[in-house]
């Protein structure tokens, strides 16, 4: 985890819409997020620069949010393991899959910027460059 400068969130969807709109609502809130549209993309980020959330979509191709997170919980790097994830998906058969796989918290879709916000906040001990900015 970083301890200097903002915290940092990767945000992994592979929707890029839905993936700017996160990433611009956690750069409002102070945070510097990283994104990638695959979990397999997600991997290998957190593994050049592990971030201090991920922020996971289930459904995507190849590989889902949950596979992630439990590839994550799985991985001989002690850093990996323990990058806390916030799940989230529309569909609510893929809230039980995402908390067996080991998310900490669960979003539905469509996601609120102020929901989204609260619960990273709740996960995150506040980011310093979005107090210093003012941001909340």
Do not use: W
């Amino acid at each position: 985890m970083s301890f200097a400068g903002p915290t940092r969130i990767l945000v992994v969807d592979d929707n890029e819409i839905l993936r700017t709109l996160l990433s611009q609502a956690l750069e409002h809130a102070g945070y510097d997020v990283i994104a990638a549209e695959s979990a397999i993309g997600a991997l290998e980020v957190a593994a050049g620069d592990p971030p201090d959330l991920c922020l996971v979509d289930h459904y995507m191709p190849g590989m889902t949010g949950a596979e992630l997170i439990r590839t994550l919980r799985a991985s001989s790097d002690p850093r990996l393991r323990a990058i806390p994830a916030i799940g989230f998906s529309g569909h609510a058969g893929a809230e039980d899959e995402l908390r067996r796989a080991g998310a900490i918290a669960i979003l539905r879709k469509p996601l609120g910027e102020v929901a989204l916000v609260e619960a990273v906040r709740r996960v995150l001990p506040p980011s310093p460059a979005g107090a210093a900015c003012g941001a909340g």
